[in-house]
Antibody, heavy 119, light 107 residues
Framework: QVQLVESGGGVVQPGRSLRLSCAAS????????MHWVRQAPGKGLEWVAV????????YYLDSVKGRFTISRDNSKNTLYLQMNSLRLEDTAVYYC????????????WGQGTLVTVSS | DIQMTQSPSSVSASVGDRVTITCRAS??????LAWYQQKPGKAPKLLIY???TLQSGVPSRFSGSGSGTDFTLTISSLQPEDFATYFC?????????FGQGTRLEIK
């Protein structure tokens, strides 16, 4: 059973930084593109970023471009999201998810980690 | 960006009912449309991809159809475990976008 486990969420002040991690197990992590998707409290799903299986290609939602950086360490089976200059509107549960290709559907999801940006 | 619009936003139905949810894309997306189910406090679960292909393990009472800009998700006979929120998603182009969700409630 594929397992994706996010960590690193918490409460942070506007303008500060946070790094999320997503540890993968029981699948060939290095063969899959990986995404971050967020969901503000009581709201819908919003795709945030994607990284190709080898880390060579990345795409971002416009509203996070220049502030967030997606990366991966295939030797550690771990995905990251470095979030800088956080804003109130970044408050959400952040999920990592896998896909066969970087523009493919999300077949496995983690349980999510809550990021709260508050002064 | 491609906007995805679902209707209705919420629907009440009874066990055994047939329910249809629609999703409209702001421009053509061929068949690059997926449906997810989300229960409270849980991650979304993939149900259908490329508009009509059932993900492994998903019950056959779920079906999807459509292409271009108009798509539907149908649940043929609602079961108690189907009461949840459903999202459509387009993967035709970046940014990947989702519909706003349809909440399926027990009548």
């Amino acid at each position: 059973q594929v397992q994706l486990v996010e960590s690193g969420g918490g409460v942070v002040q506007p303008g500060r930084s946070l790094r999320l991690s997503c540890a993968a197990s029981r699948f060939t992590f290095s063969s899959y593109a990986m995404h971050w998707v967020r969901q503000a409290p009581g709201k819908g799903l919003e795709w945030v970023a994607v990284i190709s299986y080898d880390g060579s290609d990345k795409y971002y939602l416009d509203s996070v471009k220049g502030r967030f950086t997606i990366s991966r360490d295939n030797s550690k089976n771990t995905l990251y999201l470095q979030m800088n200059s956080l804003r109130l509107e970044d408050t959400a549960v952040y999920y990592c998810a896998s896909s066969n290709n970087w523009n493919d559907v999300f077949d496995y999801w983690g349980q999510g980690t809550l990021v709260t940006v508050s002064s | 960006d491609i906007q995805m619009t679902q209707s209705p936003s919420s629907v009440s139905a009874s066990v055994g009912d047939r329910v249809t949810i629609t999703c409209r894309a702001s421009q053509g997306i061929s068949s690059w449309l997926a449906w997810y189910q989300q229960k409270p406090g849980k991650a979304p679960k993939l149900l259908i991809y490329v508009a009509s292909t059932l993900q492994s393990g998903v019950p056959s009472r779920f079906s999807g159809s459509g292409s271009g800009t108009d798509f539907t998700l149908t649940i043929s006979s609602l079961q108690p475990e189907d009461f949840a929120t459903y999202f459509c998603q387009q993967t035709n182009s970046f940014p990947i976008t989702f519909g706003q969700g349809t909440r399926l409630e027990i009548k």
